[in-house]
């Protein structure tokens, strides 16, 4: 059985309620038998380098922990201040953040969706390249691709205008691998469970908040501010993949 712990849009932004929230999120998860965590984005608020480093103590964990930009990361800051130097990764520094994480029983490639400047999400053709290549080097390894847009609406229109763009792109790239169980994502501050090129799409619950649906609350954006921070928790077995949410109280 594979346990993967998948957090994200933490939007650390140097305040004690984000800070607090997100401790509360990350102890949990680092105290408990999981196989890796996952970040997918929004890790800081403004993309300043101070806030990067405010992480840095959070997610000092015994598991593994893998992570990508959201659109309110800067690359060259989560790069320098999260991966040690501003190459790290072996591309430029102003390049793509993506990661592969090989564990024994599972291939977690989380790749970089960010536009720098911009609100919504596309995957480069250097991302697309380099997740093909991830995917084509254990083809008989189950695999999870994660980014932090979804690449399909979720019924909340103001997520829904910045979603993944040209996902017919990622597509493609996913029907040559079979073993890919799952797309994984952030950005909605929901938990939420769809499909996407015949794949589940599982979508990280709220950390700084929640947001609701348009018929949950009359308010624009709707956004709840009061319910708990919360986690998923993807577990792979036999063949199957079940998600829990979870608030963390």
């Known amino acids: 059985m594979l346990v993967l712990a998948h957090v994200s849009d933490i939007h650390i932004d140097g305040s004690d309620r984000n800070t607090a929230r997100a401790t509360r999120v990350l102890d949990h998860v680092g105290r408990l038998s999981v196989d890796a965590i996952l970040l997918t984005g929004d890790i800081a608020d403004h993309g300043a380098v101070e806030e990067y480093e405010i992480t840095r103590g959070l997610i000092e964990t015994r598991a593994p922990l893998v992570l990508c930009p959201g659109n309110h990361d800067i690359r060259e800051n989560l790069r320098k201040v999260l991966l040690g130097d501003l190459n790290g990764d072996g591309v430029e520094s102003g390049g793509p953040v993506n990661q592969a994480l090989r564990l024994p029983g599972a291939t977690i490639a989380l790749c970089d969706s960010s536009i720098p400047g911009r609100p919504d999400g596309l995957l480069s053709d250097e991302t697309l ?102 986690v998923a928790f993807h577990v792979f077995d036999e063949g199957r993949i079940t998600t829990h949410y979870r608030p963390v109280g």
């Open 129 to 230: 390249d380099w997740l093909d290549g991830v995917l084509a080097a254990a083809p008989d390894v189950p695999a999870f691709v994660g980014m932090h847009h979804p690449a399909v609406p979720l019924g909340i229109p103001y997520v829904d205008e910045i979603r993944l763009g040209e996902p017919e792109r990622l597509a493609g790239v996913l029907a040559r691998h079979p073993q890919v169980v799952a797309v994984l994502a952030g950005h909605a501050h929901t938990g939420a469970a769809t499909t996407f090129a015949g794949l589940p799409l599982l979508v990280a619950p709220g950390v700084v908040n929640t947001a609701l649906l348009p018929f949950e609350i009359a308010a624009h954006p709707p956004v709840d501010r009061d319910l708990p921070p919360a």
